[in-house]
């Protein structure tokens, strides 16, 4: 059984950056694709970005769109979410998560993180 762990999350003032990180312990995550989602107190979960097993397809949500990156390192089983110009409205907690295919429902994962909380003040 894989366990994925969220960590980077924190608080920063709108415009910053902050750069969070998916381990993975257990399975390799070397065969799947890895998403990261978000929630915000009151919402449903938003699909942020996803990315292929190998790394060379990638998808993103329309609200985070040339801000955000999302890239792994299958080496170290991790897969980063690079978050950049953020906005008080990216505050949630965001949660990784291991999927067999490439997709933007939650549906498609089978494992998640616990999350971690980014909080962006204006």
């Known amino acids: 059984q894989v366990r994925l762990v969220e960590s980077g999350g924190g608080l920063v003032q709108a415009g910053g950056s902050l750069r969070l990180s998916c381990a993975a312990s257990g399975r390799t995550l070397s065969r799947y694709a890895v998403g990261w989602f978000r929630q915000a107190p009151g919402k449903e979960r938003e699909f942020v970005a996803t990315?292929?097993?190998?790394?060379?397809?990638?998808d993103y949500g329309d609200s985070v769109k040339g801000r955000f990156t999302i890239s792994r390192d299958n080496a170290k089983v991790t897969v980063y979410l690079q978050m950049n110009s953020l906005k008080p409205e990216d505050t949630a907690v965001y949660y990784c998560?291991?999927?067999?295919?490439?997709?933007?429902?939650?549906?498609?994962?089978?494992?998640w993180g616990q999350g971690t909380q980014v909080t962006v003040s204006s």
């Open positions: 990315i292929s097993w190998s790394g060379d397809l990638t």
């Open positions: 998560a291991r999927g067999r295919v490439l997709g933007t429902s939650p549906n498609y994962y089978d494992s």
